[in-house]
Every structure is written in structure tokens, then in C-alpha cells.
């Protein structure tokens, strides 16, 4: 049967507030809503980070602001100092959206818990004795301290460990890279006189970048400033996964993961040049896409790849910021690599999905479309074109699937949403896939979705002998129903895959129907 009756409540569900492509507040919490949702921001699937425990409860009004900036700097700086409720063995993926909104947040806390947070940033860099200058940065990291010293190695006996020379050298490739080659303004108040600052210490993240000196510009239509940087970055990366140029993950200098974030976090402090109250699922997804940008052989960014795939229902905007590094690859690779960048600039003036949407798809979702087929193909060049990657064969990409049939007929009615039983049907900017594998003949799918929304539909044809998937597109009517026969399959091809997408950004897990029938001889046909 079609499904013809809109539901009314799902008209406004994209449209709830805390979409977490909105900019950041000037003050308090990151909103939250239980109608969007957001997956933690640190984990990558492995679970939460003291940080992501922390903004969990500030956002859900269980930490006041005073609290919740005390234990941030406790979760970066003293770990034994929190709660117990909110102490971790998760090692995170970057601490820089928890430090900026202490910094937005600042002028807003009591003067007590103002100098306690400076005394444990001073008390955390007090131990960086040593120094390391090149062009354009300013090293300061500590050779004998037992808890933040840099691995001691220093094959050529120049008195400067190899892991400072590694990462210098890094930090000029970075410059060339970000600045340079991709016009990324220079982080704010660097010169020639005036160099970037960065820091080795021991944590429980990656690294961060910490904006200093914000300038709020303007209030409106976005909240718009700059602001100063400096950056922090793990002493060692002891117990952190492997990557490409990492493969073991027990490197004594690990400069694998060393490379990739020092070009995530300067990417950061470039970002904070453009609009330091930017998005922080664009800040994020952004500067884990660049890694890749200047490290394409290192592939870091692939631990969160999983956790971003495990939601493609949900609206792009709050899917996992790390992993939707995936995303802003996709855009590049379609739209050339300066849309990025393109993209911050209009973030001065309007969200990242109007951002986004204005610069790469001309002012209207429609093109969006093509990323579903896109994403079940896993179509961007880490996987077409690349070597593959060490952190594949330890956690292979997960399936995209919602169901597969090897039976026939099928008929499917997607149900509405419930909080006991969430039917997984797409948001908007959200995707479906269905297999439809074991079929000989012809195959034809049918699609029905409720009336009212930017349903767009595609069948992705796979070859029985490999060889590149053909997608073909379902063409829908009025009332967004729609059929497509395709003939060879278990000849031509060995499965058919249904995949079907909103191109706006209005719905809320809405439903859908969908059947398959088979016959013995047939056409391509609409």
C-alpha cells in the first residue's frame, strides 16, 4: 500500500532548535534537544571522554557554568580533580570545542574560578622549559620532566629530541599546505616578529588549540569574531591507535599521529581568523579533513569513519563531527578543494548549512541528493583510488544497509517513529539503503515515501564479476512514488541496492514504503 497520509509533526522536525550546524551561543551551554540527534563528540565509537561526559550534563542543565568550566580545565589539565562521575580512561580526539566555549564563556565566571583555571593552565606548562624556533612557530617542550617530557631520542645527538625536529619540520609542511597553497588566512597577530606558540604536554586528547584575544564583531544574522591561538599537542602519544605511517602504534616517535594533528589543530587556529564563534561540527569535520589535506598517506581520521557511517538517517549536520570528515571530502573532491575554505568565509554571515548549501550547491539542496548513492559507494579517493588503510583492516567499514532481501516479492511499510521503537527512516539531508541480493531475471523496486518531502530515490546496480556500480535514478511522481525494472540480475548483476534521500532539510525520520518483485525477462525502464 502507498503511504499517502502526511504526519504532521514531522514538517517541523528539522526545523527544532539545536541543530548543530547553528553557530556557537556568546555565552552558556551548547543547546541540546531530543528531537535532533547528535552523537558525542570524542569517542569515535569507543565510548565518552571526561570532556564528552562533562558537556553532556552542562548541556542537559546538569552542570551549572561555574562547575562546568572548572572540571573542562580539570579534564585537560588535572584529571584526578574531577568527580568521579566524570573521570575516563577514553582517550579523546581533540579538546578545542570544550576549551572555546570556556573562552565565550569567560567574562561569565566568577573571579574564584577564573584563577583557579589560570593556576592549573600555568601549573600545566610550568614544566616546558626548552624551546625550539623555525620560520613561522615557536616550540616549548621539557626534556626532563616525568610526566610531559618528549620521547628522548635524539638519533643525531644535536641536543634536540627527534620528536621536536619531527615536528618542525611537520609545522612548515603545515604552513605551506594551509597558508600558502590553500589561502587560508595566517592565524591572528602572527608576523614575521610575532610567531605561533605551541606547546608539548602530557593529556588525554590528541591535542587543542586555545583562542585568545576574541573579538566579537558582530551579533547578527550569525554571531561573527576572530581571535588569537595558541596550540597544545600530546608529549608522546603513548597508547593512542596506529595510522598509515604509525602501523604498530608503539613507535617510540610516533609522527604519524603527531603530523596529523598538528595539521588538525592549526587548521583550528586558522578557522578562529575567519570566525572563532563558527559551528562546531563545520570547526570539526573541517579541520579533520584537514589532515588530509596535508597528510593524505597518514589516515588518522579513518578511527571515526565508523561512527559517522552508523547514522546515515540522520541529518548530516549531526552526524559525527570527527568522522564527517567523510563529508567535507566528498565536497572537495566534487567541488574542487577550495570550497572549504569558501565555506568559512560564508560562515561570517550565515549558518553552515546555509553556508554550505550557498557555496557548493548554488542556494538549493537539490544537489545533495547525490551524496547518498555516493556514500554507499564509499565513493571519495581514500577508498577509490588510495592504498588501503591499516585502520580498515583492524575495524573494517561498516555496512550502510538498513535491510536486505534475498526473497521475493517484498512489500515494506517503514513505520512512524516512536521512542520506544525508532524506525530509522531518513531525517532530512539523511539516507536509506536497502540490498536486494539473490534475484535472477528482472528485478523491479518500487518506492512510495510520505507526501510533502524532497524524497529523492536511486538504485545502485552492483556487477556480478566487479567492476564499478552503475547508479541509476528512480524517477518519482507528485506524490513521491516511483518504480524501476532492471533486467541481468544474477548475470549482470548481483545485487541491487535502493538507496533514498530528502534533498532539504525539512523531515524528521520520516516514513516510507517500498517493495520488490521479479520476473524472468525485463528492461531498464522507469
Avoid at 135 to 159: E, G, I, K, M, Q
Amino acid at each position: 500500500d502507498r503511504v499517502l497520509r502526511a504526519i504532521s509533526f514531522l514538517l517541523f522536525g528539522a526545523t527544532l532548535a539545536a541543530c548543530s550546524d547553528e553557530p556557537r551561543s556568546v555565552t552558556g551551554p551548547a543547546s541540546s534537544s531530543a528531537a535532533v540527534p547528535v552523537f558525542a563528540a570524542q569517542g569515535g565509537g569507543n565510548g565518552k571522554s571526561s570532556l564528552d561526559l562533562v558537556e553532556a550534563d552542562y548541556s542537559l542543565g546538569l552542570l551549572d557554568k561555574e562547575n562546568a568550566n572548572r572540571y573542562r580545565s580539570y579534564a585537560v589539565f588535572a584529571p584526578e580533580k574531577l568527580p568521579q562521575k566524570y573521570r575516563s580512561a577514553v582517550l579523546g580526539k581533540d579538546a578545542t570545542e570544550s576549551m572555546v566555549r570556556q573562552v565565550l564563556e569567560w567574562d561569565g565566571l566568577s573571579k574564584s574560578t577564573q584563577q583557579e583555571i589560570l593556576n592549573l593552565r600555568a601549573n600545566g606548562f610550568a614544566n616546558l622549559k626548552n624551546t625550539f624556533e623555525t620560520t613561522h612557530f615557536v616550540l616549548h617542550y621539557s626534556t626532563v620532566s616525568t610526566s610531559d617530557a618528549v620521547p628522548a631520542v635524539d638519533a643525531n645527538r644535536n641536543d634536540v629530541p627527534d620528536y621536536i625536529e619531527v615536528a618542525a619540520e611537520s609545522w612548515e609542511r603545515i604552513w605551506q599546505r594551509q597558508v600558502v597553497e590553500l589561502r587560508y588566512p595566517a592565524p591572528k597577530g602572527v608576523s614575521s616578529q610575532n610567531k605561533f606558540h605551541v606547546y608539548y604536554n602530557k593529556l588525554s586528547y590528541y591535542g587543542y588549540c586555545m583562542p585568545t584575544n576574541v573579538e566579537l564583531l558582530r551579533v547578527s544574522p550569525v554571531p561573527y569574531g576572530t581571535a588569537s591561538a595558541f596550540i597544545v599537542v600530546n608529549n608522546d602519544f603513548v597508547g593512542f591507535p596506529p595510522n598509515d605511517e604509525d602501523v604498530t602504534g608503539t613507535e617510540t616517535i610516533r609522527s604519524g599521529a603527531l603530523k596529523a594533528t598538528q595539521a588538525h589543530e592549526f587548521m583550528h587556529a586558522l578557522q578562529f581568523a575567519i570566525n572563532v564563534y563558527g559551528s562546531s561540527w563545520l570547526m570539526e569535520s573541517h579541520a579533520t579533513w584537514a589532515e588530509d589535506a596535508v597528510y593524505d598517506d597518514i589516515n588518522d581520521w579513518h578511527w571515526y569513519i565508523n561512527t559517522f557511517l552508523a547514522t546515515p538517517d540522520f541529518p548530516i549536520f549531526s552526524r559525527y563531527l570527527y568522522g564527517a570528515a567523510y563529508y567535507q571530502n566528498y565536497l572537495s573532491e566534487r567541488f574542487g578543494v577550495d570550497v572549504t575554505r569558501q565555506i568559512w568565509f560564508a560562515h561570517q554571515t550565515r549558518n553552515a548549512a546555509d553556508a554550505i548549501r550557498d557555496v557548493a550547491f548554488g542556494g538549493s539542496w537539490e544537489g545533495m541528493k547525490a551524496f547518498a548513492p555516493a556514500e554507499y559507494l564509499h565513493d571519495i579517493s581514500d577508498f577509490t583510488t588510495d592504498r588501503p588503510s591499516v585502520v580498515e583492516s583492524i575495524r573494517p567499514l561498516r555496512s550502510l544497509t538498513r535491510a536486505t532481501h534475498s526473497s521475493y516479492p517484498v512489500s515494506i511499510t517503514v513505520p512512524e517513529d516512536t521512542r520506544r521503537a525508532p524506525n530509522r527512516a531518513p531525517w532530512g539531508l539523511g539516507a536509506n539503503f536497502i540490498d536486494f541480493t539473490n534475484a535472477s531475471g528482472s528485478l523491479t523496486v518500487t518506492f512510495d515515501g510520505v507526501d510533502g518531502f524532497a524524497w529523492r530515490a536511486y538504485v545502485v546496480a552492483t556487477p556480478r564479476k566487479g567492476g564499478d556500480a552503475t547508479v541509476i535514478p528512480i524517477t518519482l511522481d507528485a506524490a513521491s512514488a516511483g518504480s524501476i525494472t532492471v533486467d541481468g540480475m544474477g548475470n549482470k548483476w548481483s545485487k541491487l541496492t535502493l538507496a533514498v534521500t530528502i534533498a532539504d532539510r525539512l523531515g524528521a525520520a520520516v516514513p516510507y514504503s517500498y517493495g520488490a518483485t521479479i520476473a524472468r525477462d525485463g528492461t531498464i525502464a522507469n
